[in-house]
T-cell receptor, first 114, second 113 residues
Framework: EDKVVQSPLSLVVHEGDTVTLNCSYE??????LLWYKQEKKAPTFLFML????IEKKSGRLSSILDKKELSSILNITATQTGDSAIYLC??????????????FGQGTILTVHP | NAGVMQNPRHLVRRRGQEARLRCSPM?????VYWYRQLPEEGLKFMVY????????ESGMPKERFSAEFPKEGPSILRIQQVVRGDSAAYFC???????????FGAGTRLSVL
């Protein structure tokens, strides 16, 4: 069974700090890894990673995949209170009929204080 | 360009009643997925549908739960004879193709009294 583990489970920082969120996975036939941000409503898409070592960047957020270590990190620089949310990591299995479903980690709750 | 639309946003049912949750995918998307988020837990896959077909229902409880995605109209997740343990947030997502980026709706929060 596919498995995703995120760490830390929660993190409290002050505005301006830089944070690194971790995601490790076990999947029989890896296709891709996705990061989402969940506030009170819908999880919103951040990044999709398929190739190892290629950093994806969007503003203050960036992410990279390490297929050798079966892991990914999400970095947020110069954090703002609006970054407070649950950050979700998920993997897609390329095999069989499972290639559509996302297997999620438990999420990292990030709280940014002013 | 509307995103994934789910309704109702909140649904209250008494034990034994039926719950029907609706999901309209993003325009042009024909792949729909349902996930359940229990309190203090992560999102768990339930079912993956393509127009008129169930592709993967490995995460769906064997009894009382069913899903459909008809040729016309929204996808429906149906829970018969609800129990308190069904109380959760149910999220729908859609994608352009299987294995592609999934975009989520705002969810339906089901409360069973």
């Amino acid at each position: 069974e596919d498995k995703v583990v995120q760490s830390p489970l929660s993190l409290v920082v002050h505005e301006g700090d830089t944070v690194t969120l971790n995601c490790s996975y076990e999947v029989t036939n890896f296709r891709s890894l996705l990061w989402y941000k969940q506030e009170k409503k819908a999880p919103t898409f951040l990044f999709m990673l398929t190739s190892s070592g290629i950093e994806k960047k969007s503003g203050r957020l960036s992410s990279i995949l390490d297929k050798k270590e079966l892991s990914s990190i999400l970095n947020i620089t110069a954090t703002q209170t609006g970054d407070s949310a649950i950050y979700l990591c998920a993997v897609v299995n390329a095999g069989g009929t499972s290639y559509g479903k996302l297997t999620f980690g438990q999420g990292t709750i990030l709280t940014v204080h002013p | 360009n509307a995103g994934v639309m789910q309704n109702p946003r909140h649904l209250v049912r008494r034990r034994g009643q039926e719950a029907r949750l609706r999901c309209s995918p993003m325009k042009g998307h024909s792949h729909v997925y349902w996930y359940r988020q229990l309190p203090e837990e992560g999102l768990k896959f339930m079912v993956y549908l393509q127009k008129e077909n169930i592709i993967d229902e490995s995460g769906m409880p064997k009894e009382r739960f069913s899903a459909e995605f008809p040729k016309e109209g929204p996808s429906i997740l149906r829970i018969q004879q609800v129990v308190r343990g069904d109380s959760a947030a149910y999220f729908c997502a859609s994608s352009l193709t299987g294995g592609n980026i999934q975009y989520f709706g705002a969810g339906t929060r089901l409360s069973v009294l």
